[in-house]
Nanobody
């Protein structure tokens, strides 16, 4: 079992940047392929970014490509999401998640562990 705790959300204006962090505890962090998802009110959960199982490749949802960057520091069991050029449509609760089994990186059903989420609100 692994526990995930996100932080770094907040209220910002359009064009600003935020960096989210997700600290993992409980099991060997490097064993997990990590990802970020988000969910806006009244909308389905959306894939944002993820690492490949090896950790050597990153993937991004179409709506955030070129603006968001996922990174990780295994030494401190943390995965980050750097968000630049924020837009009002980025407003959502952002969740980090960990997967170990087979399955695609973009589907939430393949992730076994989830954090509680952190709210990001972007004003126009």
């Amino acid at each position: 079992q692994v526990q995930l705790v996100e932080s770094g959300g907040g209220l910002v204006q359009a064009g600003a940047s935020l960096r989210l962090a997700c600290v993992a505890s409980g099991r060997t962090f490097s064993n997990y392929a990590m990802g970020w998802f988000r969910q806006a009110p009244g909308k389905e959960r959306e894939f944002v970014a993820a690492f490949s199982r090896s950790g050597g490749v990153t993937y991004y949802g179409d709506s955030v490509k070129g603006r968001f960057t996922i990174s990780r520091d295994n030494a401190v069991n943390t995965v980050y999401l750097q968000m630049n050029g924020l837009k009002p449509e980025d407003t959502a609760v952002y969740y980090c998640a960990a997967r170990t089994g087979p399955g695609g990186f973009a589907s939430g059903i393949n992730y076994a562990y989830w954090g509680q989420g952190t709210q990001v609100t972007v004003s126009s």
